[in-house]
């Protein structure tokens, strides 16, 4: 468990960082590192790849959340976006049990090559760094619930709360406070786009164990497309 408390804060002040120097679409990408993930695998032991395999299978429940949320949140604010998009994890995530862990896996391919498109924000409220410590809780609530959800229910069921993601709303959620609600609306598209990462590593980690292959899968898939979204909502947006 010490492990989340010093990543987490890490990887805040990391999204944060690059948020400030190249937008919020980027940060979203940042934001999609499978940190949750990877230390859950890593706590379940044998039981890892499994988890990593149902994670992977609701990735298409993922990215239904972020479209879903980056709706509503700039008509109706971040508590009703949050509501929304957490309707529409559960309603894709009931939808994905009816069908076989791989068939859902292979869904999840098309959906992200879709999802690559996200425009430039308009101009954005200007604010101060986002607090990283709440990211650090949410990342040990998470890890806590998955290991208990495996135990119980087995790695399947783990798998659709690890997917869950708790720590890149929290992100979004940091950032409309400081930045306003168009800049939440972009970090989560930016989030669609580096789901491909997150995609990247459960798959890896599925088919051979490796953690750290599948952290180096998600790393050079997302720095590549936090590059290419660097152009959209830079510090020159700010007002």
């Known amino acids: ?26 940060a979203g990408v940042i934001a999609a590192a499978p940190l949750s993930i990877a230390v859950i ?8 790849p499994a988890v990593a395999a149902s994670a992977g299978a609701h ?8 479209l879903a949320f980056a709706a509503v949140i700039v008509r109706r604010g ?20 009816l069908v076989p862990t791989w ?7 098309p959906v992200l090559l879709l999802a690559t498109e996200v425009k430039r924000p308009g101009r954005l409220s200007s604010g101060g760094p986002v607090d990283p ?37 929290t992100f979004v959620l940091l950032l409309v406070r400081v930045r306003g609600l168009a800049a939440g609306a972009h970090a989560l598209g930016g989030l669609v786009v580096g789901l491909r990462g997150y995609f990247a590593f459960c798959v890896v980690v599925a088919s051979t164990g490796w953690v750290a292959l599948g952290v180096l899968a998600a790393v050079a898939m997302n720095c590549g497309l936090g590059r290419r979204l660097s152009v959209h909502g830079t510090s020159g947006d700010r007002h």
């Open 41 to 48: 695998v890593l706590a379940l032991g044998a039981q890892g």
């Open 78 to 97: 971040s508590v009703a976006g949050f509501a929304a998009a957490a309707l529409a994890y559960v309603a894709v995530s009931l939808l994905i049990a």
């Open 59 to 66: 990735v298409v429940a993922q990215v239904a959340f972020a």
């Open 103 to 109: 068939v859902a896996t292979l869904c999840a391919v």
């Open 1 to 26: 468990m010490v492990v989340p408390l010093l990543a987490a804060p890490t990887l805040m002040l990391a999204v944060t960082a690059v948020e400030r120097r190249a937008g919020p679409a980027a």
């Open 133 to 169: 410590r709440a990211g650090a809780a949410i990342v040990f609530v998470l890890v806590g619930v998955s290991l208990v959800v495996a135990d119980r229910l087995g790695p399947a069921a783990a798998g659709i709360v690890a997917a869950f993601p708790a720590l890149s709303t």
